[in-house]
């Protein structure tokens, strides 16, 4: 037996190279199978395995360590009007304590990461995609100098899953009156923490940013709840996948734009063609012709991300071809698993914007077998955001 | 009574007394793939070559080849493992076996592992 793909490396991270959260140790101890990602030693998953991990978060809570990501302040007060030349999004009127989803673009309309923003009474707190992020805080130096303030200090927990509030609300009183994409500073069993009411899995959650002198403690106070159990990378990919979520880096990338990648509405009409505060960003003039109802010269992107799936058991991966009925390539899968909870197939993928239409039937080649797919909405489990 | 050998890919091959063998994979290998979620097997009657590419196991992370250990004829495959793959990871030795073959040169065994030899190839990695 010889992996030819591999999500994650089979190998255990054992190279001495790699760069180690602050939970490091407590991963160990829970029995977690560690890789390398993103130059970290990382869990892949605990001992209860992905579909386990996946089923426990979808039906009660999961605890997942992403303090490989990046967090940055943005400090000063013009860092919300100088973030808005980086990225086609509303950060100028994001209210204290709202979060906002965000994309870096390049001039020729490419996406160069994607990140999460909330402004604070005193800073825009940024939390950037760990293989992006010492090309996003340079990116950020660039245009905003001293303003950037890096926290590698910083830990970031994500507690995530139906049960996830009532077992946070025990240790943190008061986070149950936050909504989807709301913030705020809590004490979480008597430590200091910053957290959201946001996530990666398409459940209702929180992420949450502490010292890293206090994530163990603040990580066992967490997994003591019954609800909780620590929950590894792999199940973070399915979880994602099932919720429509893209990942940078393989959903997206540089040769991706807002548009073909179904990421029009990350654009508020502020920053379009006709808006108050419109364009002023990397590749504006690429990016805003893509997008519905544009008043610059209609481009529309010819190729779409699109959600696929398929009642067969194999697995498409990224990478398989997606072939229309006559056999004619159109595109080409860009995530793909056997869905945990929906329990069929499900990947995400470009096709030409002719066979991007809900209930297009598309095969992606799989070794010999052309697998039927069905182009179909996304998420493929339901959200579960609490919008109060 | 059967003997079985190993390869260096992670395979196992329990040798019968009637010329045929049952192969599958180790527990090594479930465990580094994890939860396995599809598997694909050769078709009854095939032949194949050493180091041939026989059947596909997936998990939810990963896919992997199936090489086919020693020269033969597959004369069965395991349909229960088809409609149940995670009987590779419960039981990988047992009901989790792949495929069986007619060994067509048995003097090929001579160059796969003993459990010691994998054991310590195992503790090499």
Request: proline letters at 6%.
């Amino acid at each position: 037996m010889r992996p030819r793909f591999n999500l994650f490396s089979l190998e255990v991270a054992v190279s001495e190279s790699l760069l180690h959260t602050p939970l490091h140790a407590l991963h160990v101890e829970l029995g977690a199978k560690m890789v390398p990602f993103a130059g970290y030693a990382m869990p892949v998953q605990y001992r209860d395995g992905i579909l386990a991990e996946h089923r426990h978060t979808r039906s009660a809570a999961g605890l997942f360590d992403v303090s490989h990501m990046g967090q940055l302040r943005l400090v000063g007060e013009d860092a919300a009007a100088l973030l808005e030349t980086l990225v086609p999004v509303d950060i100028v009127d994001l209210p204290v304590f709202k979060q906002r989803y965000a994309l870096f673009t390049n001039e020729a309309g490419g996406i160069l990461d994607d990140l999460m923003v909330c402004r604070r009474p005193d800073d825009l707190f940024v939390v950037v995609n760990a293989g992006c992020k010492q090309q996003d805080t340079a990116h950020l130096q660039q245009h905003l100098g001293s303003r950037v303030i890096p926290c590698p200090e910083r830990a970031l927990l994500a507690l995530q899953g139906p049960q996830a509030v009532q077992a946070l609300a025990r240790l943190a009183p008061g986070v149950q009156q936050l909504t989807f994409m709301d913030g705020g500073f809590f004490k979480l069993d008597g430590f200091e923490v910053f957290l959201t009411r946001s996530g990666y899995t398409g459940e209702d959650g929180f992420e949450i940013s502490v010292h890293e002198r206090d994530a163990i403690a603040v990580a066992r106070s967490l997994l003591d709840q019954p609800e909780v159990r620590p929950i590894g990378l792999g199940a973070r990919d399915t979880l994602r996948l099932e919720a429509g979520l893209c990942l940078y880096g393989h959903d997206i990338d540089t040769r991706t734009t807002p548009a073909e990648a179904a990421l029009t509405w990350a654009i508020q009409k502020v920053r379009r063609s006709g808006g108050a505060r419109a364009g002023g960003y990397p590749g504006f003039a690429v990016i805003d012709p893509q997008l519905p109802g544009t008043q610059s010269v209609p481009a529309p992107a010819t190729r779409k991300r699109v959600g696929l799936t398929s009642a067969e058991k194999l697995p498409v991966r990224e990478g398989a071809k997606l072939l229309d009925a006559a056999g004619a390539e159109v595109g080409v899968v860009t995530s793909g698993t056997l869905g945990p909870t929906c329990g069929h197939l499900v990947a995400m993928g470009y096709v030409h914007s002719g066979c991007a239409a809900q209930g297009t039937q598309l095969f992606a080649q799989v070794r010999d077998k052309r697998v039927p797919m069905t182009v179909s909405p996304m998420p493929f489990t339901p959200n579960r955001y609490f919008r109060g | 009574m059967s003997t079985t050998l190993y390869t260096e890919d992670h395979e196992w091959i329990a040798v019968h007394a009637d010329g045929t063998a049952t192969v599958g994979i180790t527990v090594h290998a479930q465990d580094a793939l994890g939860d396995v979620v599809f598997v694909d097997l050769p078709e009854v009657g095939k032949a194949y070559a050493p180091k041939e590419v026989a059947g596909v196991v997936e998990s939810v992370k990963a896919a992997a080849d199936v090489y086919m250990p020693v020269t033969g004829e597959i004369v069965e495959v395991n349909e229960t493992l088809r409609d149940d793959p995670s009987l590779a990871n419960s039981d990988p030795l047992g009901t989790g076996w792949f495929f069986k073959v007619r060994l067509a040169k048995p003097a090929e065994l001579d160059s796969l592992m003993s459990s010691t030899a994998y054991d310590d190839l195992l503790k090499s990695l």
